[in-house]
């Protein structure tokens, strides 16, 4: 059996998977233990499949669920019986010594379940219309850097489906802290994650406004996640925090680079602060 399985969810993006895959092969990991890389394909057309084939025949590819990337993820896990989860997107590419320092962790820490990595961008921000997820000092829980026992994975139901664009991981971490699962932060399990634009073009999937209908599903399933997750301070000052630092570093370093979807995420964020707000006064 292996010991990990490495599920990469991907949707149209051939060139970042072909990259993701190369930086995991065992020419650029030291890791001696027996592990597998299963790939779960939401994409619309057959140009992942078609690369699949022709360039890593050997590596489990298989069909995933097109409901987003929870059940894109879930998919994938159905296809491995490894002992250890590790979770990465399909535009990341994974250092070298990333699994052995996910093993190494597991080994040093064994009542730990939970391990998560470090995510980096690859350059200095250029425009703010760009995003990246980066996690440089742990407590995200994000599954573009991830690895689960297999084991609890299944206990808990795996990833929730129901949230279709975000917040799967938000979700599941928040489901882990109500059962008392503790987590560790791996640093030398590092990944690098390009920039990516958050302009409604190209693979950029997500529609306007996903965030806040993410965490309306989120609080009508966890109402006892309110306020920690939906707090009207917060929230307005994250407002505050983007008009006093944010806007100033979008002007001054990126020369107004995609200030208007700074502008439009800080619209946002008021209609969340308005949103949370609702929810508050009918408690």
Not at 14 to 33: A, G, H, M, V, Y
Not at 232 to 257: A, E, G
Not at 271 to 278: D, E, K, P
């Amino acid at each position: 059996m292996s010991f990990f399985g490495v599920v990469i969810p991907t949707y149209e993006r051939t060139d970042d998977l072909r990259n993701c895959i190369k930086s995991l092969l065992p020419e650029n990991q030291i890791f001696s233990k027996p592990y597998e890389i299963i790939i779960s394909d939401d994409s619309n057309s057959d140009s992942s499949k078609e690369m699949m084939m022709n360039e890593f025949p050997k590596i489990k590819y298989v069909k995933g669920k097109k409901k987003g990337p929870a059940g894109n993820r879930n998919s994938g896990v159905k296809n491995t019986q490894a002992e250890w989860l590790v979770f990465i997107d399909d535009d990341c590419i994974a250092q070298e010594g990333y699994l052995n320092a996910y093993y190494n962790a597991i080994k040093e820490n064994p009542g730990i379940l939970v391990f998560e990595g470090r995510i980096f961008a690859d350059i200095p921000r250029r425009t703010w219309a760009e995003g990246c997820p980066e996690n440089e000092t742990g407590g995200m829980l994000w599954t573009s850097n991830l690895c689960v026992n297999r084991k609890l994975f299944a206990k808990m139901g795996g990833l929730d489906e129901e949230f279709e664009i975000a917040y799967e991981d938000v979700d599941f971490a928040h489901r882990l802290k109500k059962t008392g699962i503790r987590s560790k932060f791996v640093i030398d399990a590092s990944v690098c994650h390009p920039w990516r634009t958050l302009r409604q073009k190209g693979n950029n999937w997500k529609r306007k406004g996903y965030a806040l209908d993410s965490l309306k599903i989120f609080l009508k399933k966890h109402p006892d996640a309110f306020p920690t997750h939906g707090s009207t301070k917060t929230y307005s000052w994250h407002v505050l925090r983007m008009i006093i630092r944010d806007l100033p570093f979008c002007v001054i370093f990126l020369k107004c680079r995609g200030i208007d979807i700074l502008i439009s995420q800080i619209i946002d964020l008021i209609r969340t602060a308005l949103f949370v707000r609702s929810i508050a006064n009918k408690k």
